[in-house]
């Protein structure tokens, strides 16, 4: 595998269900993103992990809960979710540092819809 | 809480013709990324600029940066059906509790007819 990996690409729930969503970073970076993109707001940021540690949290619901194992996987657990949360979820790495922008790589994402 | 707007939003062109995206925010920022996202695939990096009035090429695409770091333009010359995709602009913030983070706009959709 090379890049961003995310598993399950779709992904169907009741409001009452409990999943998990998974990224996997083949690129050594030391920075991992979840982001939301939903069809009439932009990408959002959601959580940010750099070296494991979660160094942002965007007033995101409790009922989103992150996990970072390890540099190269990030998990996002879904329970008790709204309708309002079907959406594309993104995941991102990149390699912090410098003032200079740097590059996020993005997985294809995981389409979720929430019945 | 630095705003960010793109416009168009929804662009349908035939191909062969020439487009402008644009990209303005609210505040200055440190620099400034376009991306362009296919179905079904996340964004994938274009460009990155970073100084004020810096214009950069990439065969057929051409970015500018505004001489007050708070606007960008992308043009396509001869737009090809390959072009088709979400166009993102996302700013690098350029202090405080924004530095480092990316901001996105809400993206133009760009259709190339053949």
């Known amino acids: 595998e090379t890049g961003v990996t995310q598993t399950p690409r779709h992904l169907v729930m009741g409001m009452t269900n409990k999943k998990s969503l998974k990224c996997e970073q083949h690129l050594g970076h030391n920075a991992m993103y979840w982001y939301k993109q939903s069809a009439k707001k932009p990408l959002e940021l959601m959580f940010v992990y750099n070296f494991k540690e979660q160094t942002e949290n965007n007033s995101v619901p409790s009922r989103f809960s992150p996990e970072c194992p390890n540099s190269s996987h990030l998990f996002l657990h879904l329970h008790t979710l709204q309708p309002e949360d079907s959406a594309l979820y993104l995941c991102?790495?990149?390699?912090?540092?410098?003032?200079?922008?740097?590059?996020?790589?993005f997985g294809p994402g995981t389409r979720l819809t929430v019945l | 809480t630095q705003l960010l707007e793109q416009s168009p939003q929804f662009l349908s062109i035939q191909e062969g013709e020439n487009l402008t995206v644009y990209c303005n925010s609210s505040s200055v920022f440190s620099s400034l990324q376009w991306y362009r996202q296919e179905p079904g695939e996340g964004p994938v990096l274009l460009v990155t600029?970073?100084?004020?009035?810096e214009v950069k090429k990439l065969k057929r695409l051409t970015f500018q940066f505004g001489d007050a770091r708070k606007d960008s333009s992308l043009h396509i010359t001869a737009a090809q059906p390959g072009d088709t995709g979400l166009y993102l602009c996302a700013l690098r913030g350029a202090g405080g509790t924004s530095y480092g983070k990316l901001t996105f706009g809400q993206g133009t959709i760009l259709t190339v007819h053949p």
């Open positions: 991102a790495s990149s390699q912090d540092g410098g003032l200079a922008g740097f590059e996020q790589f």
């Open positions: 600029v970073v100084t004020g009035g």
